[in-house]
């Protein structure tokens, strides 16, 4: 179940279309540091500690372990025996998560997500992390500047899955972030916009339209999400 990682470089997206509730809170990480040391727990996982969890393979078997969610890689973590912090290696063989009364589903371009809703065929999934915004470039004599022109950042990701030892005196700027999924019954993963609302409701396309057109829809907002999914299973 472990996960080796390499060198590798981390693309910089800049998102400046955030929820109110994903901009709370900025982190300022100084290059070179170990980000175990630097970001609390709280702000590197989505649970406060790790907690006990089952995984559920395709096979039958269950598994249960310490879990935890971190928001860096978007994928559920475990301790080892060892009481080593380690990223799940086979999750292609994973039905699904359950880490208290919180239920993950794998995706392999995405990660891990949350399912957060049941609205008949459809669930509603969420993934939170913890992006890189941009940085602020070391100007000397202890003082920063803000910049956003940045492309990459060089780093590794050591035996425990944690990213460390960016070279630079700059410091990173992260934040919080939340994107939403549609889930259907096939566990097959679609981003929330009115293309695929209609896909996966063909039978109900002339109500959806109806809907859309008389409420302004943010699908990048899960207030408006829930509020259609609800409209959906209605119908």
Do not use: W
């Amino acid at each position: 179940m472990i996960k080796i990682f390499s060198i590798f470089c981390i693309l910089i997206c800049i998102y400046t279309n955030l929820n109110a509730q994903n901009t709370d809170k900025t982190i300022r990480v100084k290059n070179g540091s170990d980000i175990r040391k630097t970001v609390p727990m709280r702000d590197r996982y989505l649970y406060e500690e790790f907690k006990e969890g089952k995984v559920f393979f395709r096979n039958g078997n269950i598994s249960k372990s310490p879990l935890n969610y971190s928001l860096f890689h978007r994928e559920i973590q475990f301790i080892s025996p060892a009481k080593d912090t380690l990223l799940l290696g086979d999750n292609d063989f994973i039905s699904k998560i359950i880490i208290q009364s919180d239920t993950f589903y794998f995706d392999r371009s995405h990660g891990h997500i949350q399912k957060i809703g049941n609205y008949g065929k459809i669930k509603l999934g969420k993934q939170q992390m913890l992006l890189i915004m941009g940085n602020e470039k070391y100007a000397g004599y202890n003082e920063y500047s803000g910049t956003a022109a940045v492309s990459s950042f060089s780093n590794f990701s050591n035996r425990n899955g944690e990213l460390q030892q960016l070279q630079s005196n700059d410091k990173l700027i992260l934040r919080r972030k939340s994107d939403y999924y549609l889930i259907d019954q096939n566990l097959r993963f679609a981003l929330p916009n009115r293309a695929n609302f209609l896909k996966l409701f063909p039978e109900k396309r002339k109500d959806i339209t109806a809907y859309l057109k008389e409420n302004e829809t943010d699908f990048l907002k899960e207030t408006d999400l829930v509020k259609l999914l609800e409209f959906c299973q209605s119908l």
